[in-house]
């Protein structure tokens, strides 16, 4: 019998020797693993005619199973704050160590030979990425250059607004004409002596003085729109009291109680304890706060008598027996 030996890709210990790997099992099982890396390095040889450079983020460290080697690999290549995609993977199939891997990994599982070169980079073709990969720096390089001086316009620009504004704010005003000045003045002193005429009327509102406001002294542009308070009512900024501090006429008075009693809150603990009481229980409707006469115990069927429940079962029957012929006789017409 041959010694027991494990197959990683079937994940089971055969006992046939070298037969297993020709197996349908393992040959299916060969298959799929194989196509599962296939788009992986599809992908990669895509790369070397045109790699692609892009800023480093978290996601470029992921790692790829080679299935010849048995390890796991970098997929893309990363250095400072830029990543080559697929430069990892690229760099790990060139390489003369995947290449002997890979010889004996076909060689032990009798795989197919045609898929084996789908599976290796030429030195050529990596020379090649290499090329690509210097050009694609350049190009990124390019680009950057070209939103940093996009963002640098942008920020120029901004600060141009921004002095022409505070320019505008700074410079001094025209020097009025001193015709129109003249003009200006005297309709100004003719409203002004409207207004002391209109003032010299008798008023018939008796109206507060208004008060002074200290606030239009500090130069902040504010308007005053006039007292707003309701005649009769106060607020809390005139020192009234607040609204939800004073009391409901119908709570003023206190005669009423708030919640139930003490006698209507025992009466619902003991309703909640007879709850808890199974409800098919002896006396579970009895009531107890009716007036009882002294025969009110039941007959139980001779349960205070002495003896055996035999003898007490024939003296029930002989009883039930004499009541009923006497009740026959009671009912049975007289016949004169």
């Known amino acids: ?111 197919e030979f045609q898929m084996k070169e789908k599976f290796l980079i030429s030195s050529q073709d990596y020379a090649r990425f290499k090329k690509s990969m210097v050009k694609g720096l350049d190009s990124y390089q390019e680009k950057e250059d070209e939103v940093i001086k996009e963002m640098a316009a942008q920020i120029r620009e901004v600060e141009h607004s921004r002095q022409e504004l505070v320019r505008s704010v700074l410079e001094p005003q025209a020097v009025p004409d001193p015709e129109e000045g003249s003009s200006a003045l005297g309709s100004w002193k003719g409203t002004n002596s409207q207004v002391a005429s209109a003032s010299q009327q008798p008023s018939y509102l008796d109206l507060p003085p208004a008060p002074e406001l200290d606030w239009m002294e500090t130069g902040q542009p504010l308007t005053f729109i006039g007292h707003q308070d309701t005649p009769g009512i106060g607020n809390i900024h005139s020192g009234a009291t607040p609204p939800w501090m004073v009391q409901d006429e119908e709570y003023s008075s206190g005669n009423q109680q708030i919640g139930p009693s003490y006698e209507e809150f025992l009466k619902e603990k003991e309703k909640q304890k007879l709850k808890k009481l199974p409800p098919d229980r002896v006396g579970a409707n009895f009531d107890h706060n009716t007036s009882t006469s002294v025969g009110w115990l039941p007959s139980f069927g001779r349960v205070w008598n002495n003896g055996r429940r035999w003898q007490s079962r024939h003296q029930f029957k002989t009883e039930a027996a004499a009541r009923s012929k006497q009740s026959h006789k009671e009912k049975k017409p007289n016949v004169s």
């Open 1 to 111: 019998m041959a010694p027991a030996q494990r197959c990683p890709l079937c994940r089971q210990t055969f006992f046939c020797g070298r037969g297993h790997v020709y197996s349908r099992k393992h040959q299916r099982q060969l298959k799929e693993a194989l196509e599962r890396l296939l788009p992986q390095v599809e992908a990669a040889r895509k790369a070397i005619r045109a790699a692609q450079v892009e800023r480093y983020v978290p996601e470029h460290d992921r790692c790829c199973w080679c299935l010849c080697c048995g390890r796991e690999v970098r997929k893309h290549l990363s250095h400072g704050n830029l990543t080559v995609l697929h430069g990892g993977l690229l760099e790990h199939l060139a390489s003369p160590e995947h290449k002997k891997a890979t010889n004996r990994f076909w060689w032990e599982n009798k795989a």
